[in-house]
């Protein structure tokens, strides 16, 4: 799945995201508004791990879907 598909359809899959990060709040999910750059930056700021470690996570739970 590509990431213009998840931007286009962001409501459907802040659920998933909200299972997959589960520190993630409604209010950051809404922030994020299906952009890779801001769910990467929330959770960095939420779980405190580096740009790499964020972005390997985020391409992972992207193919899991």
Do not use: C, H, P
Not at 4 to 10: A, L, P, S, T
Not at 14 to 42: F, M, P, S
Not at 45 to 65: A, F, P
């Amino acid at each position: 799945m590509d990431w213009n598909r998840i931007q286009g359809n962001w409501k459907q899959f802040t659920g998933k995201a909200k299972e997959q990060w589960g520190k993630l709040t409604d209010d950051d999910l809404k922030v994020v508004d299906g952009r890779r750059e801001q769910l990467e930056g929330k959770l960095q700021e939420r779980y405190g791990y580096d740009k790499d470690q964020i972005r390997k996570e985020v391409d992972n739970w992207l193919s899991s879907i």
